[in-house]
Nanobody, 123 residues
Framework: QLQFVESGGGLVQPGGSLRLTCAASGFTLRYYSIGWFRQAPGKEREGVSCISSSGSSTNYADSVKGRVTISRDNAKNTVYLQMNSLKPEDTAVYYC????????????????WGQGTQVTVSS
């Protein structure tokens, strides 16, 4: 099982920004397409964005399109999610995981989820 470590979350005001980081623990990320997923209280986990192994292709959920940018630095073994113009609806725990890039980002099943990082958008 691939293990990921998420960081960068925090409390921000509406309209603020955060950069989330996904790091690999003890393995190399560059072989995999990676996605960011989030889960709010009482809601199902949903795909936010995903990026191909090389970084050449990206997908975004309609709810975040234009406000977030996914990127990766394979030399640093990390994937980032830059989030701007944050809204209260973005409040959730954010996770990274292997993802399939299709019309939407689909998590590869059977993974071991990390702890995630909490994003709270509130005034």
């Amino acid at each position: 099982q691939l293990q990921f470590v998420e960081s960068g979350g925090g409390l921000v005001q509406p309209g603020g920004s955060l950069r989330l980081t996904c790091a690999a623990s003890g393995f190399t990320l560059r072989y995999y397409s990676i996605g960011w997923f989030r889960q709010a209280p009482g809601k199902e986990r949903e795909g936010v964005s995903c990026i191909s192994s090389s970084g050449s292709s990206t997908n975004y959920a309609d709810s975040v399109k234009g406000r977030v940018t996914i990127s990766r630095d394979n030399a640093k073994n990390t994937v980032y999610l830059q989030m701007n113009s944050l809204k209260p609806e973005d409040t959730a725990v954010y996770y990274c995981a292997r993802s399939v890039l299709g019309k939407t980002c689909t998590v590869v099943p059977g993974q071991s989820w990390g702890q995630g990082t909490q994003v709270t958008v509130s005034s």
